[in-house]
């Protein structure tokens, strides 16, 4: 297979775990027989210094041009970004215009944790229990994020509003995906939302649950979005299967997710539209770390894995990628972020390091 790939390397820690995702990508090509052509763009806080916009015309063509592409994390430290005028901060001015162009409505989060890594959690051993394994699709391109922002006075007194609209079309297409995600894994879908407060959330529960009568054989469960919360620290295991979020509530409980299996460097995602999509860790750009060759890759090339899987449908290549990730853990090796409950058999090593040893696994193993 021979494909045209955008390359979008960041800001912080994007350029250094995008690297370590590139040799992967290339190992597991040369392996399989796969050519991959690599466009490489500027895109985020670095493009809006040097080119005056974070998501510039021509970076816009290379994407266009692209059959997939494959995005570090952007954004700077505060004191940085407060440089920008805000709407051409990376967010406003570069992910949400990406995602709109492309209609990437549908984000796949894998968070999974299995039993013999439990000491990566801050969770106690037994709380993991057999381990994780959760999925968390959440919507991409709807809701309070891409609604109209607006600041005003009236009668003396400033304010602000955040619009948030989700059409049944926006809903059902992602339920859609999260139904049969949940039947090809036969497990649980479970919904989120927060219908108790909010009319959008009762219409996403009414919407999901129209779908659901489609899907008899998979089991369905709704739950507030703040009771997932608790559960997830308290009895994640509860939650093992295809939870679909909305977007913010997404956005929130995914880092959650990040922090009770060990660190947000775990948490690779894809963003699939109905055209093109794009794959990028679930996490920022890490700016206490940038630099340093201490970031964990597993995000960035966990989301090469994803690519392969739920963008091209190679999944022998994808789960080539998972063993050879795990099979470093499985050694003992750890980038600094997972370190914290070292315990003998563990050694920290630096991001391109990991590369290198996931690299070494997947051209040894036959
Ligand atoms: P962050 O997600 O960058 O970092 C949160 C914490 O997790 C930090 O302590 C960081 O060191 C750690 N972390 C994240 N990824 C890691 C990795 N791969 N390995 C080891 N540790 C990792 O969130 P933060 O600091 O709030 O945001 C930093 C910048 O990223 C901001 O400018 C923010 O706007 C932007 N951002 C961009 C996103 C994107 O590109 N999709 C998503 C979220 C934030
Ligand atoms: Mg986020």
Same mark, same amino acid.
């Given at each position: 297979?021979?494909?045209?790939?955008?390359?979008?390397?960041?800001?912080?820690?994007?350029?250094?775990?995008?690297?370590?995702?590139?040799?992967?990508?290339?190992?597991?090509?040369?392996?399989?027989?796969?050519?991959?052509?690599?466009?490489?763009?500027?895109?985020?806080?670095?493009?809006?210094?040097?080119?005056?916009?974070?998501?510039? #015309?021509? $970076?816009?063509?290379?994407?266009?041009?692209?059959?997939? /592409?494959?995005?570090?994390?952007?954004?700077?430290?505060?004191?940085?970004?407060?440089?920008?005028?805000?709407?051409?901060?990376?967010?406003?001015?570069?992910?949400?215009?990406?995602?709109?162009?492309?209609?990437?409505?549908?984000?796949?989060?894998?968070?999974?944790?299995?039993?013999?890594?439990?000491?990566?959690?801050?969770?106690?051993?037994?709380?993991?229990?057999?381990?994780?394994? /959760?999925?968390?699709?959440?919507?991409?391109?709807?809701?309070?994020?891409?609604?109209?922002?607006?600041?005003?006075?009236? $009668?003396?007194?400033?304010?602000?509003?955040? #619009?948030?609209?989700?059409?049944?079309?926006?809903?059902?297409?992602?339920?859609?995906?999260?139904?049969?995600?949940?039947?090809?894994?036969?497990?649980?879908? /479970?919904?989120?939302?927060?219908?108790?407060?909010?009319?959008?959330?009762?219409?996403?529960?009414?919407?999901?649950?129209?779908?659901?009568?489609?899907?008899?054989?998979?089991?369905?469960?709704?739950?507030?979005?703040?009771?997932?919360?608790?559960?997830?620290?308290?009895?994640?295991?509860?939650?093992?299967?295809?939870?679909?979020?909305?977007?913010?509530?997404?956005?929130?409980?995914?880092?959650?997710?990040?922090?009770?299996?060990?660190?947000?460097?775990?948490?690779?995602?894809?963003?699939?539209?109905?055209?093109?999509?794009?794959?990028?860790?679930?996490?920022?750009?890490?700016?206490?770390?940038?630099?340093?060759?201490?970031?964990?890759?597993?995000?960035?090339?966990?989301? /090469?894995?994803?690519?392969?899987?739920?963008?091209?449908?190679?999944?022998? #290549?994808?789960?080539?990628?998972?063993?050879?990730?795990?099979?470093?853990?499985?050694?003992?090796?750890?980038?600094?972020?997972?370190?914290?409950?070292?315990?003998?058999? $563990?050694?920290?090593?630096? $991001?391109?390091?990991?590369?290198?040893?996931?690299?070494?696994?997947?051209?040894?193993?036959?």
């Amino acid at each position: 297979m021979e494909k045209t790939l955008a390359v979008l390397e960041g800001d912080g820690i994007g350029p250094e775990i995008v690297r370590e995702a590139v040799k992967v990508l290339k190992a597991v090509g040369h392996k399989y027989g796969h050519r991959f052509v690599l466009n490489y763009a500027p895109f985020g806080a670095g493009a809006y210094f040097a080119q005056g916009s974070p998501f510039p #015309e021509k $970076t816009r063509e290379i994407c266009d041009a692209s059959d997939i /592409i494959i995005k570090g994390p952007v954004g700077l430290a505060v004191e940085q970004m407060n440089l920008i005028p805000p709407e051409q901060r990376p967010e406003i001015g570069a992910i949400l215009p990406l995602r709109k162009r492309y209609d990437t409505f549908a984000n796949f989060r894998p968070v999974r944790l299995p039993r013999n890594l439990a000491h990566f959690s801050p969770l106690k051993a037994q709380v993991i229990g057999d381990g994780i394994d /959760i999925l968390m699709i959440r919507e991409l391109v709807g809701g309070i994020y891409f609604g109209a922002k607006i600041e005003g006075s009236a $009668t003396g007194m400033r304010y602000s509003t955040d #619009e948030c609209t989700y059409t049944a079309d926006e809903i059902q297409r992602v339920a859609e995906v999260a139904f049969e995600e949940a039947k090809r894994r036969s497990c649980p879908l /479970i919904n989120i939302h927060k219908a108790n407060v909010l009319a959008t959330s009762r219409f996403w529960k009414e919407v999901v649950e129209d779908i659901a009568r489609s899907y008899p054989d998979v089991p369905y469960r709704s739950l507030l979005v703040d009771n997932a919360a608790y559960q997830l620290v308290k009895n994640p295991a509860l939650l093992n299967g295809v939870m679909l979020l909305e977007n913010m509530q997404g956005d929130i409980l995914t880092d959650q997710a990040g922090g009770i299996i060990g660190s947000l460097g775990l948490m690779p995602s894809a963003c699939i539209g109905p055209e093109k999509s794009y794959v990028e860790p679930a996490h920022g750009s890490a700016p206490d770390i940038a630099g340093k060759n201490i970031a964990n890759p597993y995000s960035m090339i966990g989301s /090469i894995a994803l690519m392969f899987d739920r963008c091209l449908g190679l999944t022998d #290549e994808a789960d080539e990628i998972w063993n050879a990730l795990f099979a470093v853990f499985e050694r003992g090796y750890v980038t600094a972020d997972l370190a914290q409950d070292v315990h003998e058999r $563990t050694e920290i090593i630096t $991001t391109e390091a990991f590369g290198d040893m996931v690299v070494q696994h997947i051209l040894k193993s036959s």
